[in-house]
């Protein structure tokens, strides 16, 4: 069946460093991947989509990459803030084009001061 | 409300009981999940509803769990004879056609067995 994969492990970097979370998926091939940010306590919000054909997108600070080749999609915020620390998660349509959407189990940044 | 709204944010029940949770979507969106979240961990999709019907009720843990959807709009996730097991967050989302497009996520609904 398919598999998403994140670092489990909390991401620690310095305020105005980049921060590179990374998606690895397995055993099928999406149409398009999208990046959410979950804070505690509260509902996972939209940030990116990514196409297939796409190879990269931005937005302000934020840069997503596809790699259909190696199943891998990497997620970077650049000049990164304290106010960035959160649980980011990647999510993928489901096989057979059937809508669904599963999500990876997320990586958690700490951006220090 | 402009958003995804869900009802109620926080439940307590006995073990035993039956709950239903209750997500009401971003009007005119067709599509519209339920996902599980257990403390510190990610999201468990459970069901999938496009218009009124589940293509894809994959997710669902047991015969306990039962979802359905009306007029396109509210759904009603229900679990019955609630386990401790059962305890989590339960979210919902919608979207304005398939799961091509950004998903919208309500607060969830924190559910408590004791």
């Known amino acids: 069946s398919q598999k998403i994969e994140q670092n489990s492990e909390a991401l620690n970097i310095q305020e105005g460093k980049t921060a590179t979370l990374t998606c690895n998926y397995t055993?099928?091939?999406?149409?398009?991947l999208q990046w959410y940010r979950q804070d505690p306590g509260r509902g996972p919000v939209f940030l990116l989509l990514i196409r297939e054909n796409e190879k990269e997108k931005r937005k302000e600070r934020l840069k997503v990459t596809f790699d259909t080749t190696l199943k891998q999609s990497l997620f970077h915020i650049t000049a990164s803030q304290p106010a960035d620390s959160a649980t980011y998660l990647c999510a993928l349509d489901g096989p057979s084009n059937t809508g669904k959407l599963i999500f990876g189990q997320g990586t958690t940044l700490q951006v220090k001061p | 409300g402009a958003g995804v709204s869900q009802s109620p944010s926080n439940k307590v029940t006995e073990k035993g009981k039956d709950v239903e949770l209750r997500c009401d979507p971003i009007s005119g969106h067709t599509a519209l999940y339920w996902y599980r979240q257990r403390l510190g961990q990610g999201l468990e999709f459970l069901i999938y509803f496009q218009g009124n019907s589940a293509p894809d009720k994959s997710g669902l843990p047991s015969d306990r769990f039962s979802a359905e959807r009306t007029g396109e709009s509210v759904s009603t996730l229900t679990i019955q004879r609630t386990q401790q097991e059962d305890s989590a967050v339960y979210l919902c989302?919608?979207?304005?056609?398939?799961?091509?497009?950004?998903?919208?996520f309500g607060q969830g609904t924190r559910l408590t067995v004791v």
């Open positions: 055993n099928y091939s999406p149409a398009y």
């Open positions: 989302a919608s979207s304005l056609v398939q799961a091509n497009t950004e998903a919208f």
